[in-house]
């Protein structure tokens, strides 16, 4: 999986799925749009009665209006609730959405007021992790038919404004450590006893 930042508008990203965090009662963070996707996102959110309340999800096809192939406004609740495991929760539960529907190329839009109450670095860090642990398969025993059947993420684009790509790199290489570590315990959780034996795991 390939993890990248760029500076880009979200409505011209050529992705499979584009994840907005919507706050709670807030307008959609979406600029620059179509009248004709803006009403189809009115219309949704009104008929799916999307508030942005953390959990709550919406997904629709851009019809071409966008780049992306499909839109995913994620309800991330009020800012005052707002810490690092949030966050991450936040990642989980879209990266959750996109491999339901098999969607291998995704971005996310990062809202403004995460970046300005944490910082770059940390929420980058925290959303390679979010994604990367979400994202987690143990497929070494799966037979080649089982296998085809998973579509894994090819590519996460991480949209931040330009001013903060250099903490935003460093976030990255942060987030994808400690994915790793983490990672590898899995592996080892999931291995069978005949191969995780004691001086296996002292090695």
């Not at 807030?26 to 749009?33: D, F, Q």
């Not at 309340?53 to 071409?64: C, H, I, N, R, Y």
């Not at 800012?79 to 690092?84: C, R």
Request: charged share 25%.
């Amino acid at each position: 999986m390939k993890f990248s930042l760029k500076p880009t508008e979200p409505r011209k990203l050529d992705v499979d799925l584009l994840t907005i965090f919507c706050e709670e009662k807030r307008p959609i963070p979406l600029k620059g749009i179509s009248h004709e996707l803006s009403s189809l996102i009115t219309t949704a959110t009104q008929k799916e009665e999307f508030e942005g309340k953390e959990g709550q999800f919406l997904t629709l096809s851009t019809k071409g209006y966008i780049g992306a192939y499909k839109l995913l406004l994620a309800g991330a609740g009020t800012e005052d609730k707002l810490d690092y495991g949030k966050v991450q929760t936040l990642v989980a539960r879209a990266i959750g959405r996109a491999l339901e529907n098999k969607l291998v190329k995704v971005a996310f839009s990062i809202p403004e007021v995460w970046l300005e109450k944490f910082s770059t670095q940390p929420v980058i860090s925290a959303m390679v992790e979010a994604v990367s642990l979400a994202s987690y398969r143990f497929t070494k025993y799966k037979s080649e038919e089982e296998k085809k059947k998973i579509r894994p993420l090819s590519e996460v684009i991480l949209l931040v404004p330009p001013a903060r790509l250099r903490g935003g790199e460093e976030g990255v290489r942060l987030g994808i450590i400690f994915a790793e570590a983490t990672l590898f315990a899995r592996d080892l959780v999931n291995e069978p006893a005949q191969v995780t034996t004691p001086s296996y795991l002292a090695s």
